[in-house]
């Protein structure tokens, strides 16, 4: 297991306009990976139907452009996650995985304990957007959209799609990974 790969992730999740007390559940994921000479290799973009609340709320579909029709013969998480495993295929390749801010690796662990799964491979995780805070020197975190702009690359695509964000940090990481020494984190 010599090659690293990184693997660029994001996830959507079902929302409400109201603060009501309804446990999220990941509808989107979209992500990138990325090889040691920071080239894109491949992309991974799936839906996934929510258990608990299946019901796309019109809020939801407003933010992420993600429909009702969209997630319907989408598979539950179980499923999904075995195919993102697949995807990134960790036990031949050491992985990295990244995300912008911390959303994304708590609902990965929240909607594993949901359905009973275990992910070992989420231990190896580096939150791209802390990281680039604080070598930027900020005392707040940076957005994507304005790290992106810091960097003189512009957001393409629609905003709040997973793959769309995916894409759009994988192009930040090939900008700042080397000057940032990313290459050598472990997660």
């Known amino acids: 297991m010599d090659q690293r790969h990184f693997i660029i992730y994001d996830l959507e999740a079902t929302c409400w306009r109201s603060r009501a007390p309804k446990q999220v ?7 990138v990976k990325v090889d040691e000479n920071l080239e894109i290799i491949s992309e991974f973009c799936l839906f996934v139907r929510p258990l608990l609340h299946p019901e796309i709320s019109k809020f939801c579909t407003q933010l992420t452009s993600i429909t009702q029709h969209d ?3 989408a598979p539950h998480f179980d499923e999904a996650v075995e195919a993102f495993e697949d995807w990134m295929n960790p036990s031949k390749v050491r992985t990295v ?8 690796k708590r609902q990965l662990l929240n909607d594993s304990r949901l359905h009973e799964m275990e992910l070992p491979w989420l ?3 580096a939150c791209l957007q802390h990281h680039y805070s604080k070598w930027k020197e900020s005392k707040n975190q940076i957005g994507l959209k304005n790290a992106m702009e810091l960097e003189g690359l512009s957001y393409s695509g629609t905003q709040h ?3 769309e964000d995916a894409r759009n940090m994988a192009r930040l990481f090939q900008v700042i990974a ?10």
């Open 25 to 31: 559940e990941i509808i989107e994921i979209g992500a």
């Open 71 to 73: 997630i319907e013969g």
């Open 97 to 104: 995985l990244m995300s912008w801010g911390e959303f994304d």
């Open 123 to 125: 231990r190896y995780h």
């Open 161 to 163: 799609r997973a793959i």
């Open 178 to 187: 080397k000057p940032m020494d990313l290459l050598n984190l472990n997660g």
